[in-house]
């Protein structure tokens, strides 16, 4: 069993930057990749950006590219969001997820979930 816990969100003004977390406890192989989603009020859950805990690529999704970087230290099975130039467009929940066997973009593939942190960014 994996268990995540996400730390790092708050209140932030547009163009300030927040720091995510994402602690990893339980059974987390080296073959398991980590990813963050976000869900914004009322709408559905979406895929932000994913890292192998093997190989460190990355795949980010088009909104984020450039003002996001996802990083990890695998032996403290940690992984890290650091979030600049933030937008009101990125206030949201963001979880971690996990899964083993490579990186994916749908939900529906990553049976790990944490419990979310609360991104808010004022305009």
């Known amino acids: 069993q994996v268990q995540l816990a996400e730390s790092g969100g708050g209140l932030v003004q547009t163009g300030g930057s927040l720091r995510l977390s994402c602690a990893a406890s339980?059974?987390?192989?080296?073959?398991?990749?980590l990813a963050w989603f976000r869900q914004a009020p009322g709408k559905e859950r979406e895929f932000v950006v994913t890292?192998?805990?093997?190989?460190?690529?990355?795949y980010y999704t088009d909104s984020v590219k450039g003002r996001f970087t996802i990083s990890r230290d695998s032996a403290k099975n940690t992984m890290y969001l650091q979030m600049n130039n933030l937008k009101p467009e990125d206030t949201a929940v963001y979880y971690c997820?996990?899964?083993?066997?490579?990186?994916?973009?749908?939900?529906?593939?990553?049976?790990?979930w944490g419990q979310g942190t609360q991104v808010t960014v004022s305009s």
């Open positions: 997820a996990a899964r083993p066997r490579g990186r994916g973009t749908s939900p529906g593939v990553y049976p790990y």
């Open positions: 339980g059974r987390i192989f080296s073959d398991y990749a």
């Open positions: 890292i192998s805990m093997t190989s460190g690529s990355t």
